[in-house]
């Protein structure tokens, strides 16, 4: 572009330019600068106030030396697995089921996709009820006459990572379903028709037609359950308070205790650092493959 | 064209039986996405009294606590 197309550029979309100034504005100083504030916080040893000297990578040696956040990692680490994985199963077999002529479909729909409008402190809160030794299908099995009956997920410190996957599933596996199903209702008929034709199982036509073709709904719903992992916070405060012990604390809730509780704002800002990498060397992959891959629609 | 296609085709068991298989799961599932619902909904038409039954907890907490030999969350204390 030379200076003159430059300039007729600029002064044909001047307005436009105006008008996403603001944003522009908030996304540079409220969200790169937070994020730059808090890796540079990381480098200080500030405790309860931030400090501005430099120690290098002190906080961090410090904080992979802790065991709260190795252990908070590794549930992490774990509670994704499982968490994408029967989300995304559960969703995509919800998101299938509901395409096949179902009576009812919508109401189906609502009670699929109902919990993901209740905030995770509510979902949290209501299974923590209902796995609740003394409350909830324990209590209640016991009561009918199954005295042996056992399911002490929340107080279980080997077993408390399920109970924490249950409700987080509970709460997303509405939205797989959601994409999925739109994507499924955007598939041409005619493609049905040929495999009829060919005389495909149905399964099949599933697993290597239909699914690859819902590629962007699948990154898609894999990028949104990603991130509510990664910030997930909410759901292990109501339903376990990271306990028994350690055994369901998850990284967020070790970032907001030592920014907020403990004072040691360092160690927060280096651990929300390493979150920071973490996220950005998954996403960045997966997102420049999907807009700027081979197949990308964005320029 | 009366009938559609699809209508007109004799229906053979196995249809019937995907049909219930694919009713089935939707209904468990659904079973299992109303369950907090139904609590929400069961503990909120109960009584001040049962609701929540903190004796109940007080005397867990107290369990958890000898059997755990560990100090238990405060949380349940306070209630």
């Known amino acids: ?299 | 064209m009366t009938q559609s296609s699809v209508s007109k085709r004799p229906v053979s068991s196995q249809d019937i039986w995907g049909r219930f298989g694919v009713y089935g799961f939707l209904f468990f599932v659904a079973l299992f996405f109303l369950l907090p619902l139904y609590v929400m909904l069961v503990t909120s038409f109960k009584s001040m009294d049962r609701n929540p039954p903190r004796a109940d907890l007080r005397v867990a907490a107290a369990f958890f606590a000898r059997r755990l030999g560990q100090g238990l969350d405060e949380r349940l204390y306070r209630a």
């Open chain 1, 1 to 299: 572009m030379n200076a003159a197309a430059f300039t007729r550029h600029i002064r044909r979309n001047l307005l436009a330019y105006i008008a996403l100034l603001p944003m522009a504005i908030v996304v540079v100083f409220a969200y790169l600068g937070t994020m730059l504030w808090s890796v540079r916080l990381s480098f200080s040893s500030s405790r309860l106030l931030p400090k501005d000297d430099f120690v290098g990578f002190a906080q961090y040696t410090r904080l992979f030396e802790t065991s709260r956040w190795v252990t908070s990692l590794e549930n992490l680490a774990i509670i994704a697995f499982f968490f994408l994985l029967i989300c995304f199963v559960l969703g995509t077999l919800l998101a299938i089921f509901i395409d096949q002529n179902v009576r009812a479909e919508s109401l189906f729909r609502t009670v699929f996709l109902y919990p993901y409008a209740m905030s995770f402190v509510v979902a949290g809160l209501i299974w923590q009820w209902i796995l609740n030794p003394d409350l909830g299908i324990q209590a209640t099995m016991r009561d009918l006459g199954f005295p042996d009956f056992v399911l002490d997920w929340t107080v279980n410190p080997d077993k408390v990572l399920y109970a924490i996957i249950l409700a987080t599933v509970w709460h997303g596996s509405g939205l797989v379903m959601a994409l999925i199903l739109a994507g499924l209702r955007g598939i041409d008929s005619q493609i049905w028709s040929a495999t009829r034709i060919d005389g495909i199982p149905s399964w099949r036509v599933y697993l290597s037609i239909v699914l690859p073709m819902l590629r962007p709904m699948i990154i898609t719903s894999l990028v949104l359950l990603s991130i509510s992992i990664v910030k997930m916070y909410d759901v292990v405060v109501a339903m376990t308070n990271g306990g028994p012990g350690t055994a369901s604390e998850v990284p967020a809730k070790f970032i907001m205790d030592n920014l907020f509780e403990r004072a040691n704002i360092g160690l927060a800002t280096a651990a929300s650092t390493v979150l920071l990498i973490t996220v950005l060397l998954i996403m960045v992959p997966v997102l420049y493959s999907q807009y700027f891959g081979k197949n990308g629609r964005a320029s």
